[in-house]
């Protein structure tokens, strides 16, 4: 074990000094991780925000009832940002500019109207270039129409006898719950944001890069013959080897925290819970130190070994949904990707989205452990590939 922990160090130390390796590790995966959430992060959210204007010319209470019943609840959900303005003519302007989607128009008299069953209405004067959130405002506007209406078919059906009867009624229909609501469920989805995504989609991408440091070290050594040198001394060919893959978990472990609490603090992303995401971490290491241990015995030199851990990483990483996800593609696409550690591994990080416990991880760590068990058995089996010289 001395042994093993002083060819660890000495390994480690070296890679602390190469700046290149320092590049990989930390570095790149952290700025593209940047790129890529900073860019897109407001693709994919699920979520819009529309801009909308009021103009108010009754201040009335059922002006009022509209600010508060229809636009502050769908503010107060995220769905709409409602700007108040003064006049007519300023409300136009801004639909006109596109500085909102829409401006509501509550014209003066329309509380005396309400009150009297008089026809009122509410204008919208929508963005022609923003015809969705025009038929979203439409629609508020259509509802709180429809409310109205109810209450009056309600008070008109009862047939009150006096004006305060008919106060009483109409207040009894407005405090009656309605037969359906819309509620924003968005929350309880298993769905990374962008940000998030692409800090672990690079994180996972390059911790195969990172582990390959310390397998492919073993090629180094042979070929300046400072393997046989170390196999001709009292050491055991076991503990040059657990030295070796030591250093490839120690650097691929320390990336992967590295960069989940970078990106946490500095681009907001949201891994989840910190339990469940060291589950995840220590499964991805030892299946990208799998791979690239099988890698490495299939390499006659470390150049061949650097070039053929790209290609592989870079296919994995693209098939598992690193750079852009891949399970909404479905058919094979969508398939193969269940063969890689990467989609495992975003899985993971999906589960614990929202406020999943670590158990929920357990799924996803499996299928990773079980695709390291199997590259690894395979790399196990050729090992002696690895260190002849």
């Known amino acids: 074990m001395r042994t093993t922990l002083l060819i660890a160090g000495k390994d480690l130390r070296q890679r602390l000094r190469d700046r290149s390796a320092l590049l990989i590790a930390f570095v790149v995966p952290f700025v593209l991780a940047s790129i890529f959430g900073l860019t897109l992060r407001n693709v994919d959210t699920g979520r819009i925000t529309f801009s909308y204007a009021l103009v108010d010319q009754d201040h009335g209470p059922a002006a009022r009832a509209f600010l508060s019943d229809v636009l502050q609840p769908v503010e107060r959900q995220g769905f709409a940002r409602v700007r108040v303005e003064r006049s007519l003519a300023a409300g136009r302007a ?11 128009v ?4 329309f509380s005396a109207a309400v009150a009297s069953a008089r026809p009122a209405s509410i204008g919208v004067l929508g963005n022609v270039d923003d015809t969705i959130a025009t038929l979203v405002a439409h629609s508020l506007a259509q509802d709180y129409a429809g409310g109205i209406n109810g209450v009056r078919l309600a008070v008109a059906a009862a047939a009150p006898t006096s004006a305060a009867e008919a106060a009483r009624l109409a207040a009894l229909a407005v405090a009656a719950p309605r ?17 998030t995504y692409y800090a672990a989609g690079m994180a996972v991408f390059f911790l195969f890069f990172t582990v390959q440091f310390g397998i492919t070290s073993v090629l180094d050594e042979r070929r300046d013959g400072t393997l046989a040198r170390m196999f001709a001394a009292p050491v055991s060919r076991n503990a ?7 250093t490839s978990l120690v650097l691929g472990v320390t990336s992967m925290t590295v960069l ?14 910190p339990l469940g995401v060291a589950i995840l971490i220590v499964c ?3 299946a990208a130190t799998a791979v690239m241990a099988l890698v490495a015995t299939l390499a006659k030199t470390p150049d061949q070994a650097g070039a053929w ?10 098939l598992g949904g690193s750079f852009f996800s891949v399970s909404q593609a479905g058919g094979l696409i969508a398939t193969l990707s269940l063969a890689t550690p990467h989609s495992w591994f975003l899985r993971g990080l999906e589960n614990l989205s929202g406020g999943g416990r670590p158990e929920s991880v357990l799924g996803p760590a499996a299928a990773i452990l079980a695709f390291a068990a199997v590259t690894g058995a395979i790399a196990l089996s050729r090992v002696g590939k690895l260190i002849e010289p």
């Open 179 to 195: 037969a359906l609501a819309i509620a924003d469920v968005s929350a309880a989805r298993k769905e990374l944001d962008p940000g």
């Open 284 to 286: 991805g290491v030892l």
């Open 106 to 109: 509550i014209p003066a008299g």
């Open 309 to 318: 851990g790209s290609m592989v990483a870079l296919v994995l990483a693209m």
């Open 240 to 246: 040059v080897l657990l030295g070796k893959l030591a």
């Open 94 to 104: 801004d639909a006109e500019a596109g500085r909102v989607a829409a401006t509501f």
């Open 260 to 273: 989940a609490l970078a990106t946490h603090v500095v681009l907001g992303a949201h891994w989840g819970d």
